[in-house]
């Protein structure tokens, strides 16, 4: 594959970086590429390729190998991420949100015990794992969530169901919040928790090897519900979770008591950041194989990439990639080296999430008729694309965000319906 931002790359890249980009990248064009097409028509989870991955390191990338982790860094995990979603965006989400949103809290705000007994396996790819936030009630008001934690004894009682998440069905770990109470001053008091429950696809996970640990306490009263018919991510799997009088014991609780909204926006910075990169690959993948076609496809005596309305167009598309790269990766170092990137990530999120949407439309365009049929990818990048626009925080989310760090928050009631 063609190197797109070689500059870019210098500037933030070491040689293991390279490395792993290579390995990376000969995965996808070698393992996902000949099935991602058939995966998505079929919206079948690619087990036999999870295992593979798992084999490879991805799942453990920026974490420490004492924890089942490669030993790399927040950048290297951003261009796995990046690397997949070039070839086939469910590949790269079942691998991001394990790392960005299933992992990193635990990693984070877990106690050294529970980094034991669940990072590890989830770097390591053992098992799967999710990040339940959403709720029915409580999708961009993530305060407003409504299941409720009960403390009795040595355990918490919880009750009520996370929707649209991703590895819901097929992972085993998850990290969820939970109403524990009120503050002092009327407000929720907001916790969260390390629940556990059974692959719902045992046989399939048993056969490849990967996707279930036969030695871990499953939270009774917790299952996941019916897979999502979804416009993109079709490979992926995205499901509800559901809590029945679950009982959750007291050390499964994460981080502090009423620490968990916080800890899950801190979270979700870091999420936003894979979400970037991700949508930054799919905008990337949208491009070479637009280079591809435009190059080849002959009109009017000349190849189509030789009229101006297609190389301008072009030209764009790359400039547009090298600032969403910048964004991105300078988002990534920041949170690398602990410093504040909140609106840095809502930025490369947002950027990137727009960009993936022009360009795939772009993509299916230049692609003319056959665009528009499944015999070229880019059909599937561009139904993958829209739900950059919405998951991990709408744009409106992204924009809320980065207006409240230009602006500090709205005065009035009014503007705080809306800001
Ligand atoms: N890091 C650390 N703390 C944060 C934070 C962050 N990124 N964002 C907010 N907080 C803290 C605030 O500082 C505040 O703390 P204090 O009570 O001590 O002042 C507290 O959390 C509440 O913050 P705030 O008042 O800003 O909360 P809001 O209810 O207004 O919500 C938004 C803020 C809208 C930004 C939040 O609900 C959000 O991100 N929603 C989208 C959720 C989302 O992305 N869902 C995607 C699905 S999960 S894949």
Known sequence: MRELSQSIDERYLSDDHRLLRETVRDFASNEIAPVAGELDRRSEFPWENVKKMADLGFFGVPWPEEYGGVGMDVLAAVITVEELAKVCA???????????????????FGTDEQKREYMTRLASGEVLGGFGLT?????????????????????WTLNGSKIFITNGGVGEIFVVTAVTGVGSDGSKEISSFIVTKETCDLEKAKAVGVGHADDLDYTPGFSSGKKEDKLGWRASDTRELVFQDSIVPAENMLGEQGEGFKNFMRTLDGGRIGMAAHLLGIAEGALLQTIEYTGERRQFGSRISDFQAIRFELADWWMRIEAGKHMTYHAAVLRQQGKPH?????????????????????????????GYTTDYPVERMMRDAKIGEIGEGTSEIQRTVIS??????PQSDV???VG
């Not at 409240?404 to 928050?409: E, I, S, T």
């Open 404 to 409: 409240r760090q230009l602006l500090g928050p």
């Open 135 to 155: 709720e029915p009630q409580a999708g961009s008001d993530a305060q407003g969530t409504q299941t409720r934690a009960v403390k009795k004894g040595d355990h």
């Open 415 to 417: 503007d705080a319906q």
């Open 342 to 370: 909140n609106h840095e990530a809502a930025m490369a999120k947002l950027f990137c999430s727009e960009l993936a949407g022009w360009a795939t439309l772009k993509a299916v365009q230049f692609h003319g008729g056959y």
């Open 90 to 108: 469910s590949h790269s989400i079942t691998v991001g949100a394990q790392i960005s949103l299933a992992a990193s809290p635990i990693y984070e």
